[in-house]
């Protein structure tokens, strides 16, 4: 069939097979184009399909030759019509995995359910033994409670008082002014209930049970701060709540992983363009300004990019370095002085008129359409291509 994007709000929903391998090529190029990285030998990546936990997984097993697990929930294709971004995704990487001869298996199912994690456990006991390197990337707006069948669903509001500020419409460039309502009690306890740290902790205490954790293992789960611009809507508001619930949930992993000597981090990484992070009201603005910035000041970086410093600069020195609060930084760029002051400025004079010259409206729409497999020059997006795409390595 011929694919073209069709988006609603904040998401895309169709996706692009051949696209989607691009853009999965595109990071293997990157990281075999990089010093090769040591450390982790069998990894299992937990929302490996898209953004920062896709980029996990590739530079994993393309920069250290590892054996990885992945977990993700995504949409498989029917005939006439694709399936969701992180399935393509997941099936051109582990086929180049597989062509050059790395284990590369996963699972698609809810990473929440107590099912999905036994599930797990059994292929990693089957296959690997023991693991050494857990990320935890979900990003999710629900969750059920694996016990009591309770559904909540996390929310991006603010706590206090309503929230006034620009934000843009990245599809027409339209910069305007937004109010979000504050949150009620109940909306931040079911925020840090989906993105708090409980479920990241219900996986290692699984792990760690059913013995297939190597010792000296290592689990990281990733945060956000950003500048004082955001922190209404980000770190003051209930998505923040639930970072300051996984970030101490890092400690509560490491008194857990202690009999093997292992170790649970929190990375606080930059903002990019996720799928999550588009649905934020205000961070695209931000990005766009962010981004237009970096780029300047030539400070640049993709989720690949993160996850390679990530791995090459931070988790596997002798001593990891941590902020004074315990957790690893690589949004180190972003928060420079001159950057963020920069972006103030920015923030001040954007408008519908000025944006796309003083911003990167078009840096910012390109990486939206690619999370999706379109806009890369690479594909000819008017030829017919076949939906149907299997993943090799999924376990039924
Ligand atoms: P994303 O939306 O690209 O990826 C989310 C992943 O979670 C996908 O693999 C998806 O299949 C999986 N997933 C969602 N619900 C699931 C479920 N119930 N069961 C199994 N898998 C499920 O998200 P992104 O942006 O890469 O976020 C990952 C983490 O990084 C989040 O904790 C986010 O807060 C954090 N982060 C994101 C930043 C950004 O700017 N995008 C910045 C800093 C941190």
């Known amino acids: 069939m011929i694919i073209a994007p069709k988006t609603r709000g904040f998401i895309c929903i169709t996706a692009h097979p051949d696209g989607c391998a691009q853009n999965v090529k595109n990071q293997i190029d990157y990281i075999?184009?990089?010093?090769?990285?040591?450390?982790?030998?069998?990894?299992?990546?937990?929302?490996?399909?898209?953004?920062?936990?896709?980029?996990?997984?590739?530079?994993?097993?393309?920069?250290?030759?590892?054996?990885?697990?992945?977990?993700?929930?995504?949409?498989?294709?029917?005939?006439?019509?694709?399936?969701?971004?992180?399935?393509?995704?997941?099936?051109?990487?582990?086929?180049?995995?597989?062509?050059?001869?790395?284990?590369?298996?996963?699972?698609?199912?809810?990473?929440?359910?107590?099912?999905?994690?036994?599930?797990?456990?059994?292929?990693?006991?089957?296959?690997?033994?023991?693991?050494?390197?857990?990320?935890?990337?979900?990003?999710?707006?629900?969750?059920?409670?694996?016990?009591?069948?309770?559904?909540?669903?996390?929310?991006?509001?603010?706590?206090?008082?309503?929230?006034?500020?620009?934000?843009?419409?990245?599809?027409?460039?339209?910069?305007?002014?937004?109010?979000?309502?504050p949150a009620t009690e109940e909306d931040i306890t079911n925020t840090v209930k989906v993105m708090g740290g409980e479920d990241w902790y219900l996986w290692m205490n699984a792990l760690l049970e059913a013995d297939v954790l190597a010792s000296n293992a290592k689990t990281v789960a990733y945060s956000y701060i950003g500048p004082k611009l955001t922190e209404p809507v980000y770190r003051k508001g209930t998505i923040g709540r639930a970072k300051d619930d996984l970030e101490a949930t890092a400690f509560r992993i490491n008194d857990l992983l202690q009999r093997i000597e292992g170790k649970g981090y929190v990375s606080v990484n930059k903002a990019l363009v996720t799928q999550s992070s588009s649905a934020i009201p205000v961070i695209p603005l931000y990005i766009a300004l962010l981004f237009k910035t970096m780029k300047e000041q030539e400070l640049h970086e993709g989720c690949i990019e993160q996850i390679y410093r990530l791995y090459k600069d931070r988790l596997y020195l002798k001593e990891v370095p941590t902020d004074d609060q315990g957790r690893i930084r690589i949004d180190d760029w972003e928060m420079k002085n001159e950057v963020q002051q920069k972006v103030a400025q920015l923030w001040e004079k954007a408008t519908t008129e000025n944006l796309s010259e003083i911003g990167d409206l078009a840096g910012y729409s390109t990486d939206f359409f690619n999370l999706f497999g379109f806009n890369f020059d690479e594909i000819d997006y008017k030829a017919d291509t076949n939906e149907m795409t299997d993943i090799p390595g999924l376990v039924d």
């Open 32 to 181: 075999k184009s990089q010093p090769p990285l040591q450390g982790q030998k069998n990894v299992l990546v937990i929302g490996a399909s898209t953004g920062f936990g896709l980029a996990s997984r590739i530079a994993s097993a393309f920069g250290a030759n590892a054996a990885t697990i992945g977990v993700y929930f995504e949409k498989p294709p029917a005939l006439g019509r694709t399936a969701s971004a992180g399935w393509y995704n997941t099936a051109a990487f582990e086929k180049r995995a597989h062509q050059e001869g790395l284990y590369a298996k996963s699972i698609n199912g809810d990473a929440f359910s107590h099912e999905i994690k036994a599930k797990t456990i059994d292929l990693i006991k089957t296959d690997l033994g023991k693991i050494d390197l857990i990320i935890y990337s979900l990003a999710s707006p629900v969750r059920t409670d694996p016990d009591s069948g309770e559904r909540f669903k996390s929310t991006l509001k603010p706590i206090g008082d309503a929230y006034t500020n620009k934000t843009v419409d990245f599809h027409t460039g339209e910069v305007k002014s937004v109010t979000i309502e």
